[in-house]
């Protein structure tokens, strides 16, 4: 999207300027090299009554693109070489087409033969045939300025590639960066920070402000204090140029010093980045509005293809498929907005470049006509081919103005991500151990998620028994899972603490904490890779010996020999779709065994199998938390009690019960109660513990 180039030049290919008809410009010396022009790209996640400018942060913007460029300030370096060296041989040319046209036009020098009498040819009255000879000419400065322009022309159009290249890999390097120290910050949110940012929002922000943000980031931390250095230089030569012989031109009776033309002159041109930032503001409004319509439809997508089943059964294909056209509109209508809009800036942006250049023009012939000088002629022509590369910089300038406002939202956005802490990096301790006795202690713990919300611990206190399977149970709602939470820091308690080995939590390096609990989620993260890369997410330095060994020891690697060819470790793991529900939640549990964690967190083992599945695997999953200290959490109490030594209960906040199975279900309690509510005989006898 760019505005119509003033007259006497042609639009430049994706990522620069306009271009005179002198030749190739460089990479950067017009709009923004990004190969969008100006536009509305995505930006913030929250909705907004009214965006400004004065909103743009640019310390943030500077300071978060240097930090990038550290990282990889060597490329920078060359793309900053390579851009200051276009723009010079292009600004060479430009100058050296002057002096070509000076030479063209520059008087023959009279040449006296030699075999005129010097008194003759001192004398007006001796024979004027044998004083004017005819004139002879010196043109090999007019030849070494052409090839000199041949040569920067070459040099132009031959760093062409290079640059581009060097321009495209440092964009995907800063890109790389941006969206690695994201992801890696993403990875260590604790639970709160995903109750407000959905999946698709995240995913959004992960794969495509990232990219957005760093390519903005980079043309104004970088690419404008370039183009400052090239505006300097155009202007240099253009008070060069306008330096002609003869008497100074007046206005208005007043003397106008021809030095202060081009810089006047550029002066009044800033007028364009002025009332490109003024209409910035509605750049920014229609960005947003596209924005929010973007994460719209994301969302929607996402939640669409997480839960497919759950749509065809209740029949909901076409109340989705309506949602998704409709937000489709609206997106339409949003970028149709954005696009109108941008392009009225453009218009704004280009009208002060047309007006420029006739200006320059007209001071340049005016100012040679008084001279009369016929050389003038070339300074004329200088500046008529200067003037373009003295807009161009102060365009892009306006473009950035534009780019920061639309982009700033995102920005804005992946830097709080990239700021943001979870809880427990922010009151880290500094404990440091090798390991920990396999005890785990709750002492007087008050917890609720909001100051005026339901306490889902009051004053609790338990302990589990060291090296044995506690079930923790409660009523569906009563947020068991909470506990493993508070445990691994994701959230700290209002009062009380959690002991791990005789220690608070609170006392561990966060990092170090992780060395001694292990938790194996509902959704065990596995990617597609080798199965080896996927076990050694849990130890990195783990050999080939360890892995085995401990898949021999829960069973899970005869079942890796079965559904894997060749040695299980270096076949293609394709994130576990090979296995059944129960073999990936029996592989996820080995990997947790593969740290030796103290103890072991289980959230909802059995999600996702049905009872054939969930009961024929349970013995395999005993033996492999057998002599652990595990602490489980399941909706199916039929399959904890087999599973389970020992139970925890939960009802509105307080420990109601605690003991083995046998001893719950005798007193007939709250226990007793859950466990007739899922469908199990009533019976005075726990089914047998599974022999481990």
């Not at 000879?133 to 090839?147: E, M, V």
């Not at 009380?496 to 959704?523: C, E, K």
């Not at 394709?574 to 129960?582: P, V, Y």
Request: proline share 7%.
């Amino acid at each position: 999207m760019t505005g119509k180039p003033p007259p006497g030049q042609t639009a430049g290919r994706a990522g620069q300027g306009p271009q005179s008809s002198q030749g190739p410009q460089p990479s950067g010396s017009g709009k923004p090299p990004s190969g969008r022009g100006i536009q509305g790209g995505p930006p913030g996640m929250q909705e907004e009554e009214e965006v400004k400018l004065s909103d743009v942060r640019w310390g943030v913007i500077f300071k978060m693109g240097w930090k990038m460029l550290a990282y990889c300030k060597h490329l920078a370096l060359i793309y900053c070489l390579m851009t200051l060296l276009q723009n010079g041989m292009n600004l060479g040319m430009s100058q050296l087409l002057g002096k070509i046209t000076q030479e063209l036009t520059r008087p023959a020098e009279m040449v006296v033969p030699a075999d005129v009498p010097t008194t003759a040819a001192a004398n007006p009255a001796v024979s004027v045939t044998a004083a004017a000879a005819p004139a002879a000419k010196d043109n090999s400065r007019l030849i070494g300025i052409c090839i000199l322009w041949a040569i920067c022309a070459l040099g132009v159009l031959g760093l062409g590639i290079p640059f581009r290249a060097i321009a495209t890999k440092l964009d995907l390097t800063l890109s790389n960066r941006l969206r690695s120290r994201l992801f890696e910050r993403l990875l260590r949110q604790g639970p709160e920070f995903y109750h407000i940012h959905d999946p698709g929002e995240l995913n959004a922000v992960a794969n495509q402000f990232t990219i957005e943000a760093s390519m903005t980031l980079r043309q104004i931390a970088l690419d404008m204090l370039l183009q400052v250095s090239i505006l300097g230089g155009t202007v240099a030569l253009l008070i060069y140029n306008f330096q002609m012989k003869g008497p100074a031109p007046e206005i208005l009776g007043l003397t106008i010093p021809p030095s202060l033309i081009p810089l006047g002159i550029v002066v009044f041109a800033f007028i364009s980045p002025y009332l490109t930032g003024k209409l910035a503001n509605r750049v920014r409004n229609v960005s947003s509005d596209m924005q929010e319509k973007m994460l719209a439809l994301n969302s929607l997508v996402t939640g669409a293809m997480q839960s497919p089943e759950e749509i065809q059964t209740m029949e909901a294909e076409p109340i989705f498929s309506e949602k998704h056209d409709g937000q489709l509109q609206a997106l339409l209508k949003s970028r149709l907005k954005s696009t109108i809009t941008i392009e009225a800036v453009n218009l704004v942006n280009g009208l002060p470049s047309w007006f420029i250049q006739v200006v320059m023009l007209a001071f340049g012939v005016f100012i040679a006509i008084r001279s009369g000088n016929p050389e003038s002629a070339g300074n004329v022509v200088a500046i008529f081919l200067l003037t373009p590369a003295l807009m161009s910089p102060i365009a892009s300038l306006s473009a950035y103005i534009v780019m920061a406002g639309s982009a700033w939202p995102r920005i804005e956005t992946v830097n709080k991500m990239l700021e943001s802490k979870a809880g427990r990096e922010e009151s880290s301790g500094t404990v440091r151990v090798e390991s920990v006795p396999p005890t785990l202690v709750a002492e007087n713990i008050t917890f609720s998620y909001k100051p005026d919300s339901r306490r889902i611990f009051d004053g609790v206190s338990f302990e589990l028994p060291p090296g044995k399977i506690t079930g923790f149970v409660a009523k569906m709602g009563q947020g068991k899972t909470t506990f493993f939470k508070l445990a691994l820091r994701f959230y700290d308690p209002q009062q009380g603490q959690v002991v791990l080995g005789g220690r608070p939590v609170g006392d561990y390096a966060a990092d170090n904490l992780y060395d001694h609990i292990a938790m194996m989620s509902q959704f065990p993260a596995f990617f597609h890779d080798t199965l080896r890369a996927n076990m050694q997410m849990a130890k990195p330095n783990a050999t080939d010996a360890e892995i085995r060994a401990i898949c021999e020891e829960t069973g899970v690697w005869k079942v890796l020999e079965a559904s894997l060819p060749g040695n299980p470790l270096d076949a293609e793991f394709a994130a576990g779709r090979r296995l059944s529900g129960g073999q990936r939640k029996l592989l996820a549990l080995t990997r947790c065994l593969l740290r030796n964690p103290a103890v072991l967190f289980l959230d909802e083992p059995t999600v996702g199998m049905d009872n054939q599945e969930k009961f024929g695997i349970l013995p395999m999953i005993r033996q492999a938390a057998k002599n652990h200290t595990v602490m489980v959490v399941d909706h199916d109490l039929r399959w904890l009690l087999p599973f389970c030594d020992y139970f925890l209960v939960l009802n509105d906040g307080k420990i109601a019960e605690r003991g083995t199975s046998d001893e719950l279900l005798a007193r007939r309690g709250l226990f007793y109660d859950l466990y007739h509510a899922d469908g199990a005989p009533v019976s005075e006898q726990a089914p047998a513990a599974v022999s481990a």
